[in-house]
């Protein structure tokens, strides 16, 4: 178990950081002192979660034979041949994800009906037997190659229940689920996810039988060996599940993040066992635990429809820009990331409301964070680590989140004022901490300046990797942002307002 769960365990910054201290040092530049990086507090997250924690906005693509039989799940029973689209278009859904912000794609590879969108080797059950193409289509090869073309990370989402198989439920499958992840991890590039669900096991086709089969999901899929294959194929990749290792559930499908919503998390098995996949008490992942043995940050796997493939009777049923804007503030605001599945049609492309919904969501998350209006302001904090430039609260206005203002060790309540130029009305906050030092912040609070006194009108626990708040319009030239309650120093990457127009 300690082993599974090492990838995001304590860690030092990255060299960079170090070297920079180092040089400081060396330099002796007059007023700096060269102050010594802060201890990093709990678990830190693995650079490859730190690429994740930087995506914090990717899509989700449900795409199958469902998709043409109208259903959800799949059986197992279909026909290739019902794989059909009329007009696959892999730039347009690429196209359409990237236009929106979104940064990266995961696939449905292999749904729960076994049907797979490339041409595996060990199954006849894949596009390679449909009249789609002549049996010439790959939509894999197509859609990784598209989401290249358009900057995109590509991400597969593979099945672990597979209701076509005849061997599902006996050791044979669980080779073949290896063999199949071995191609997909080794003939499409780099893929920078791997989505586990936790759906196992059940009534299938399964080769014929038609049967109900349960398998011991603590047991069954042996995933440490699985997931080591998978991370010695390709290093960068993370692994999601309910049970982590690197990126948890947060427990619903309905687009919410627990607030607080902790980047720590412990995930416990179900009745006592180890966790797995389908086998963790996984409401558990909604807020995450403060105390949490393991940096293991929640994604927010959510709809644009009510169902996750496409079906025409919910064409007036695509989530509204508005809507979308809300998921965002209560997944992304909350430090974890958002999932956000747009189903392609049985043309093979995103359906035209679809289109417009994230084209209006795009245009409303830009109108609000486009502009900072807190850049160029002066911060004045309470206390600066050792008087360090590189710890200096000027670091929250720069728009990079690989520098952070902090403050002397104990110095765990300290505050930062930032003096604007001139009266400014904002209704948005976004704050970032520095995540290689871990989470450090428990409690916050915003104030702002009126009628010759402080008044708070925001606060809440935990930051991580990014905070928001959307409230009333605030009119003020002086804001401040106080630490309530933290056990160490603070490392406060970002601190920006922003004016919502709506
Ligand atoms: C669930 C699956 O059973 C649904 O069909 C869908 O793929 C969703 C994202 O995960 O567990």
Redesign the pocket.
Same mark, same amino acid.
């Given at each position: 178990m300690k082993h599974f769960f090492s990838a995001g365990v304590r860690r030092q910054p990255p060299l960079g950081r170090s070297l920079q201290a180092a040089a400081m040092l060396c330099l002796g530049v007059a007023g700096l002192v060269g102050a010594p990086l802060p201890k990093p507090y709990g678990p830190v997250p693995s650079p490859g979660q730190l690429a994740w924690h930087n995506l914090e906005l990717y899509g989700f693509v &449900?795409f199958t034979v469902n998709t043409f039989t109208d259903k959800?799940?799949g059986y197992g029973d279909e026909s290739e041949n019902s794989f059909n689209p009329t007009d696959f278009n892999a730039d347009q859904i690429a196209r359409t994800f990237q236009e929106a912000g979104l940064k990266a794609l995961i696939l449905?590879c292999k &749904?729960?009906d076994g049907f797979c969108l490339w041409p595996s080797q060990f199954t006849k059950h894949s596009v390679k037997n449909s009249s789609w193409k002549e049996g010439r289509g790959d939509v894999v090869r197509e859609l990784s190659e598209a989401c290249r073309r358009h900057g995109l990370q590509f991400g597969v989402y593979l099945s672990p229940w597979d209701r076509n198989h005849a061997e599902y439920g006996r050791p044979a499958y669980v080779d073949y689920y290896r063999q199949q992840l071995r191609e997909l991890l080794t003939q499409y590039g780099t893929v920078s996810e791997l989505w586990c669900?936790?759906?196992n096991g059940g009534d299938g086709f399964y080769g014929g039988a038609r049967e109900t089969r349960k398998i011991d999901a603590s047991k069954y899929y042996d995933w440490k060996a699985t997931w080591a294959l998978a991370y010695q194929l390709q290093p960068k990749l993370v692994v999601f599940s309910d049970a982590g290792p690197q990126i948890r559930w947060v427990g619903n499908?309905s687009g919410e993040a627990g607030d607080p919503c902790w980047a720590t998390y412990t995930p416990h098995g179900l009745k006592g066992a180890e966790p797995a996949p389908g086998l963790t008490e996984y409401r558990e992942g909604f807020h995450g635990h403060r105390d949490g043995q393991f940096w293991m940050p929640a994604e927010v796997?959510v709809s644009i429809r009510p169902g996750?493939f496409y079906h025409a009777a919910e064409d007036a049923r695509v989530r509204t820009p508005e809507n979308l804007l809300k998921l965002y503030f209560q997944s992304v605001g909350r430090g974890a990331s958002l999932l956000l599945n747009v189903p392609p049609d049985r043309r093979g492309q995103i359906h035209e409301n679809d289109v417009a919904a994230l084209r209006g969501f795009k245009q409303r998350l830009d109108a609000i964070f486009t502009d900072n209006l807190a850049a160029g302001a002066q911060a004045v904090p309470s206390n600066v680590r050792g008087q360090d430039r590189q710890f200096s609260a000027d670091n929250v206005l720069d728009s990079d989140r690989e520098t952070f203002w902090s403050t002397e060790d104990g110095i765990t309540q300290p505050a930062l004022e930032l003096r604007l130029a001139r009266e400014t009305t904002f209704n948005v906050l976004s704050l970032r901490e520095y995540l290689p030092l871990g989470q450090r912040v428990d409690e916050w609070a915003v104030d702002r300046w009126g009628n010759g006194q402080w008044i708070e009108f925001a606060r809440g626990q935990a930051i991580g990797n990014r905070r928001l708040w959307r409230g009333e319009n605030q009119t003020t030239s002086r804001v401040r942002l106080r630490v309530v309650k933290a056990p160490v120093c603070p490392a406060i990457a970002e601190f920006s307002l922003h004016f919502d127009p709506k």
């Open positions: &449900h959800e799940w449905t &749904h729960h669900d936790g759906a499908e796997d996750w």
